[in-house]
């Protein structure tokens, strides 16, 4: 079976900028919507973020839409969330997932996660 691989995460000042990026080992994503999620310490699981693999529809939460930005470079089987005027409340562990649709609750696969802690 695949496997998701994210990078990028780290510390980062308020007002600072992350990219994570999600790659996709032995599977192909461009057959799957990709989303992103976080949790931080002690709170459930946060849908940020999520790209359909059919017709490039996006979707934000309330919170991070104008801020965040979802994309996938389907050569590189990259998926990316470029995350912009971080505040702490952003600080959680990322992680994405592929999905067979953006309206589905649970990603079929899910990586292992990158962490973001946003320092005020």
């Known amino acids: 079976q695949g496997q998701l691989v994210e990078s990028g995460g780290g510390l980062v000042q308020s007002g600072g900028s992350l990219t994570l990026s999600c790659e996709g080992a032995?599977?192909?994503?461009?057959?799957?919507?990709v989303g992103w999620y976080r949790q931080a310490p002690g709170k459930g699981r946060d849908t940020v973020a999520c790209?359909?693999?059919?017709?490039?529809?996006?979707y934000y939460s309330d919170s991070v839409k104008d801020r965040f930005a979802i994309s996938r470079d389907n050569a590189k089987n990259t998926a990316y969330l470029r995350l912009n005027f971080l505040k702490p409340e952003d600080t959680a562990e990322y992680f994405c997932?592929?999905?067979?649709?953006?309206?589905?609750?649970?990603?079929?696969?899910r990586g292992q996660g990158t962490q973001v802690t946003v320092s005020s």
């Open positions: 790209k359909s693999g059919t017709d490039g529809g996006t």
């Open positions: 997932g592929i999905l067979r649709s953006c309206w589905d609750v649970d990603p079929i696969l």
């Open positions: 032995g599977l192909t994503l461009d057959t799957y919507a």
